[in-house]
């Protein structure tokens, strides 16, 4: 949320001085599951994840890459305990903005308010898909949805954290791959 992510049309760049700008290496917890979120992070450089935990197994639920903003917003709005953590996957630079500091900014403009209805409402939007994905989709046909729709996904992510996403293991997302190569695709 800083000039040059922000469109000039925003108001975000009249807020910069709020962000702390961080220079993060991978693996590094921004937030664990079952603490309350005091911050909003953006995307400058990397790749952040969203994920919990599972009877000891790591489910992930979201990446996010540059320019794009992630918070643990059940958290972040109510004070109750994160259902997930925030991690770097890649080495990273991030810009943080604390809860008082961002209600202040949605205070201070209309504009900026409506821009994070809408995040918020798209967010609503791509978690409702991935949900139904998961109930309706088979684990291959959601490994081609990312194929077509997030080559970047492919490209980027370590292959047991796409294993993950998927909710299968690195073994059966390994047949997966091998299958579509088989066949071409």
């Not at 909003?40 to 990446?63: H, M, P, S």
Request: net charge positive; proline share 4%; hydrophobic share 35%.
């Amino acid at each position: 949320m800083n000039k040059t992510t922000i469109a000039a049309t925003s108001d975000w760049y009249k807020f910069d001085h709020l962000f702390k700008r961080l220079e993060i290496p991978a693996k590094t917890m921004l937030l664990r599951e079952g603490e309350i979120s005091k911050n909003a992070y953006l995307v400058e450089k990397g790749c952040l994840r969203t994920w919990f935990n599972n009877d000891g197994i790591d489910i992930t639920t979201q990446f996010f890459f540059e320019g794009e903003g992630v918070s643990s917003i059940e958290s972040f709005r109510t004070n109750g305990p994160s259902l997930y953590s925030i991690e770097s996957i890649e080495p990273s630079i991030i810009q943080c903005i604390s809860k008082k500091d961002f209600e202040f900014v949605l205070d201070s403009s209309p504009n900026i308010k409506m821009e994070m209805e809408n995040h918020l409402f798209n967010r609503f939007v791509h978690c409702q898909k991935l949900l139904l994905s998961h109930i309706k989709d088979s684990p291959q046909e959601r490994y081609i949805q990312i194929l077509q729709q997030r080559p970047d996904i492919i490209k980027r992510i370590p292959q047991h954290y796409i294993a993950s996403y998927l909710g299968i293991t690195k073994v059966h997302l390994s047949r997966i791959k091998s299958k579509l190569v088989r066949k071409g695709a």
